[in-house]
């Protein structure tokens, strides 16, 4: 069982920058495969990134070159820094772990607004 939990979102203008977090316990950390999914209303989930345990990374075309995803083991902590944000990443953010199942954060919100 895995248990995951997310900070970080708010309401930040056009071009500004975000870091969300989210802090993992209940399993062996190192092992999991992290990502960062959002929804938008009205909208399927969709992947944003994600970083495998050997520090793979996929990222959505929507975001390349704008979001960095990172891990700390130490922390048992993914981050995800958000720079030059548009409206159109306004969304709830969902925290991702795999291992031999899927776990899923209650997700924080990110609105892009001026």
């Known amino acids: 069982q895995v248990q995951l939990v997310e900070s970080g979102g708010g309401l930040v203008q056009p071009g500004g920058s975000l870091r969300l977090s989210c802090a993992a316990s209940?399993?062996?950390?190192?092992?999991?495969?992290m990502g960062w999914y959002r929804q938008a209303p009205g909208k399927q989930r969709e992947l944003v990134a994600r970083l495998t345990s050997l520090g793979i990374t996929v990222y959505a075309d929507s975001v390349k070159g704008r979001f960095t995803i990172s891990r700390d083991n130490a922390k048992n902590t993914v981050y995800l820094q958000m720079n030059s944000l548009k409206a159109e990443d306004t969304a709830v953010y969902y925290c991702?772990?795999?291992?031999?199942?899927?776990?899923w954060g209650q997700g924080t919100q990110v609105t892009v607004s001026s």
């Open positions: 209940g399993s062996i950390f190192s092992t999991l495969a």
């Open positions: 991702n772990a795999r291992s031999d199942l899927i776990y």
